[in-house]
Every structure is written in C-alpha cells, then in structure tokens.
C-alpha cells in the first residue's frame, strides 16, 4: 500500500523506524549489520524492499515462526543466524518466483504458436 495516500499508514511507519532505529533490539542490529552502514538509519524503502522481502518470505515457503523468532532474538549471535535462515529462504523464493516466471512465458509463448 502506497504510503502517499495515507497520513495514519505514514505516521505509524514513522513511528515503528523510529523504534526499530534506536536498533535497541539483536535483530535490527543484525539486519543493519547485513545491508551495510549505508542502509542505516532504515527508512521506508529499505524496510519495504529489503527487510520485508527477508522477513516475509520464510512464511511463505515454511515456517511462519521463524520472523518471529528472528524478531525476539535475544542476543546478537542468534539474531544473526536467525537472519541466515531467512535470507536463505529469501534466495529460495526469488528463484521459485524466477522458475514460475520462465514457465509461465514458455507456456504463454507455445499457447500463441497453435
């Protein structure tokens, strides 16, 4: 959902960077860790094209705790291998997305040749 149309959408993602930015918590810390200095402080983008993509797609594929768990790390080092599942599972699903969309073309291409 586009953040432009929405004043109440804007100031709760506000609000949420603004906490996920104090990086009080192993996960934010270890996400900040994994896309560089640069990424930091998050902003929408990056919580939208980069931690979102990581953090939603272990639920897609699997496990729908595993964010969870990821989210409640208690310390650095589990925060960080929680986040290796998920950017596994993340490189899993982008190549999943790529064989549908191959095969969906193939199909699409030899549906316009009969």
Known sequence: ??????????????????????????CWRAMATRLGADSVP????TLAFQMGPRINARSRLDDPYAALHFMLAENDGVANRQLDVLDQDNQSRKAIEAD????????YSSAGRR
Do not use: D, Y
């Open 1 to 26: 959902m586009s953040l432009g149309g929405s004043p109440a959408n804007r100031a709760v993602v506000n609000q949420g960077l603004k906490l996920i930015n104090r990086m009080e918590a192993a």
């Open 42 to 45: 998050f902003n929408a983008e």
């Open 100 to 107: 549908m969309a191959a095969e969906a073309r193939t199909c």
